[in-house]
């Protein structure tokens, strides 16, 4: 049956959509789109972020204080008796005996008064840069952290996404384990029905079979915290399924530990958040030591004052001047000496924090760089090992066969080779786990 019109085209439509959807929500996450999707909703990195911009409006209040301060006031004042304002005045009153000056007085109960002043610092001591510039510094500080977090990001969604994929192996191990203990069961029944062996080797692989599903169980049950967590840390839906492209193989890592450690004090932004934390402690000594300059200013000041609302009413007066003034203080008992000496103090902490640093960064990378060491070579050892576990499986059984090893060799033979797996696996995912941790600890950003 043919559907035409605009029916069919909303049928096909739908149909499209629902498949390129399904098509996307099957399709497996690689570790640079987790990467991605960790970045873009992590919500400490966004508060760090708003961090930068709060740091970026206390640096432009900061750069106000070189510019003028303008201030304007307007008042309204009602007197009990009337008070003079303005200037006197001076009339010709005629008399009978000639033309007499009179002074007359402008009063009025009223009175509105308009101020304005304009006020420039000229010199402070250098408090006013040095604040700026620690403001400035601020700036950068907060885009390191944004950095630091980022780093912390990463290395949390690497880590996830091994542990994942490390977890995963475990449940097929562990699956496999049950598979050959089943078939090992099927073949104890078979020689018991016989007569072979006796009942007691068919509830020893029947308690097997019964351990081996149990730890299957549990597997399944660290792959489904595993990716919950993941899920949790993506901001995701914690029960959304988790498809993840397989990745955990082993890569040599290239460099040495002195290599390592001389690209750790190169990129790390802990350690640019360091020095400028050192650069503020001495501009902040800066700051304390400004008193002992004297502060200079130029102001200009205007003032209008009238019987009338508008200030424009025949009773007003107006003036205006304009001051250059310089304060400096003489005595204050040492303060400013012991307040410089206070800050000189915290620019030594700030370098000894630095220089402790620094020495926890060389021993994090030391830490790391032994740990993907002994993962490396255990990786090696527990290759050679499986292929060991599985001949000595392959030979019990055929052993078992013919009667000449027993239950118990075998059984034990498939617990080796699940162990041996194991350990394979365990090594692979904590190299790839260490070796995101050296990074980390080297600066390094992935991808």
């Known amino acids: 049956m043919k559907v035409k019109g605009p029916l069919g085209f909303i049928l096909i439509t739908l149909f499209v959509s629902g498949l390129s959807w399904a098509q996307s929500a099957s399709a497996p996450l690689t570790l640079e789109e987790s990467i991605r999707t960790a970045l873009e909703r992590n919500l400490k990195l966004h508060s760090v972020k708003e961090g930068v911009m709060g740091s970026e409006f206390r640096r432009k209040a900061a750069r106000a204080d070189f510019f003028p301060k303008w201030t304007g006031q307007y008042g309204y004042t009602r007197y009990d008796d009337p008070i003079t304002i303005g200037s006197s005045s001076s009339v010709n009153v005629p008399k009978d005996d000639g033309t007499k000056t009179v002074t007359i007085s402008k009063t009025s109960r009223d009175s509105y008064l308009f101020g304005t002043s304009l006020v420039q610092n000229l010199f402070s001591g250098g408090s006013i840069s040095a604040n700026y510039r620690i403001e400035k510094l601020g700036v950068d500080l907060s885009r390191t952290n944004v950095e630091t977090v980022k780093h912390d990001i990463v290395l949390q969604v690497r880590v996830g996404y091994f542990t994942i994929l490390t977890t995963e ?8 384990a049950v598979k050959q203990f089943e078939a090992q069961l099927e ?34 049950n660290e792959v489904a915290l595993a990716k919950s967590a993941f899920n949790n840390f993506l901001r995701r839906e914690i029960n959304a399924p988790v498809t993840l492209v397989d990745i955990l193989e082993y ?3 290239s460099l040495n530990f002195e290599e390592s450690l001389e690209e750790a004090f190169r990129r790390r932004p802990e350690i ?11 501009e902040i000594v800066k700051i304390a030591r400004s008193p002992f300059f004297p502060t200079v200013s130029l ?9 009338e609302f508008y200030l424009n009413g025949d009773l007003k007066s107006e003036r205006w001047n304009i001051n250059a003034l310089a304060t400096f203080t003489l005595w204050e008992w040492g303060k400013t000496y012991y307040r410089v000496g206070e800050s000189k103090v915290k620019v030594t902490q700030a370098e000894d924090a630095k220089t402790q640093l620094i020495d926890g960064i060389t021993l994090e990378v030391k830490d790391d760089y032994l740990n993907m060491l002994v993962a490396e070579k255990n990786i090696s050892v527990a290759e050679k090992s499986i292929e060991q576990a599985e001949e000595n499986l392959r030979l019990n059984e055929e052993r078992y066969k013919y009667q000449v090893a027993t239950a118990t060799d075998v059984l034990d033979a498939v617990v080796l080779l699940a162990q041996t797996r194991l350990n394979y696996y365990s090594a692979l995912g904590n190299f790839n786990v260490a070796k995101a941790q050296l990074e980390r600890s080297m600066g390094r950003m992935y991808p």
């Open 251 to 253: 890569k040599p890592f």
């Open 169 to 176: 192996r475990f449940a097929e191990v562990a699956r496999q």
């Open 187 to 220: 073949v104890s029944k078979a020689f018991f029905e016989v007569g072979l062996i006796p009942k007691n080797d068919v509830l020893q692989a029947e308690v097997r079979l019964a351990n081996a599903r149990q730890a299957g169980i549990k597997a399944e």
């Open 272 to 282: 640019r958040a360091a020095d400028i934390s050192v650069d503020q402690a001495k």
């Open 299 to 307: 102001s200009g000041n205007y003032s209008k004052n009238s019987d």
